[in-house]
């Protein structure tokens, strides 16, 4: 097992760097909205902010989702190793009701005080790039891929739809959070089987009532389903704003603050 996992974790991380090499560009190309500076800054800190996410959860973390999903189907346990069930419908189940999961858990950061507190260090973020993508506090990233972990041992989820889900996801991810130009009409037909970077930046305004809509990461469905679906900002994608209106100097730049805030600063839930 240790083979493949090493194999599956170098894949995963040239899944990332790949996606961000190739969102990075397209940005380039095609921005939506003109970049706020400083964009070395913020580049620097947001990168940074996931290296440190990194550590934190392979350090606490031996087996992460494709790792348990290999030991339930060594040991038998989960629902699709009690079950047959055909591997294809294990696979489309396991992948949809983990992206739901997904859903979930972004819907309860914005709902409950203590996972508010540190989801809002991704929202602190005053512009929106695919370097956003990348903008989590550690202890966030614990919570969200624990309960990943618990999903795909409940499910007995093939180790193949785990690692699909998990490189979907990753690209879906720096999509989702792209300055980038999608056309209009594009952009009405792709949002009904992917979220789109109009989409999810509606997610990024500063006004908590947009804010609390659209927390689908790869699937759309799930807001139209919960009724958390916004198709637009009110001020429209150029005149919003992003990030958090108590938040608008430079404590969205310091790696100090950032790391520090879910603990030392008051916030109150996004309403």
């Known amino acids: 097992m240790e083979s493949w996992l090493a194999g599956e974790s170098a894949l995963r991380y040239y899944a990332l760097l790949g996606s961000f090499g190739l969102i990075a560009v397209a940005e380039a190309l095609a921005p939506r909205r ?3 500076p400083p964009v070395r800054g913020r580049w620097g800190i947001n990168i940074g902010m996931t290296v440190m996410l990194s550590v934190v959860v392979a350090l606490v973390f031996p087996v992460l989702s494709v790792g ?21 419908l294990a696979f489309v189940v396991s992948f949809v009701l983990l992206d739901l ?17 540190l989801h809002r260090i991704h929202h602190s973020d005053v512009d929106y790039d695919c370097t956003t993508a990348l903008r989590f506090h550690p202890l966030e990233a614990l919570v969200t891929v624990g309960v990943q972990v618990a999903v795909v041992a409940a499910l007995g989820a093939p180790p193949i739809a ?27 037909w792709l949002r009904l089987v ?13 006004d908590a009532g947009e804010s609390n809509t659209n927390f689908s990461s790869v699937l759309p469905w799930w807001d139209r389903a919960f009724g958390t679906y916004r198709a637009h900002p009110a ?9 958090l209106a108590e938040v608008r100097d430079g404590r969205a730049r310091s790696f100090g603050w950032l790391l520090s805030a879910p603990f030392t600063a008051r916030a109150a839930l996004p309403t």
């Open 34 to 36: 003109l970049p706020a």
């Open 235 to 243: 001020l429209g994608h150029h005149a919003m704003q992003i990030g």
């Open 162 to 188: 785990v690692l699909a889900c998990e490189l979907v996801t990753a690209f879906a991810a720096m999509f989702a959070h792209a300055n980038l130009r999608v056309p209009e009409r594009l952009d009405r």
């Open 101 to 117: 999961a997904r859903y979930g858990v972004h819907f309860a950061l914005h709902r409950f005080a203590p996972l508010w507190r």
């Open 68 to 88: 348990m999903a290999i030991v339930a189907q060594r040991s038998g346990f989960g629902a699709f190793n009690i079950v047959d069930a055909p591997l294809l």
């Open 194 to 206: 992917v979220v789109t970077p109009d989409m999810h930046r509606v997610h990024h305004s500063a």
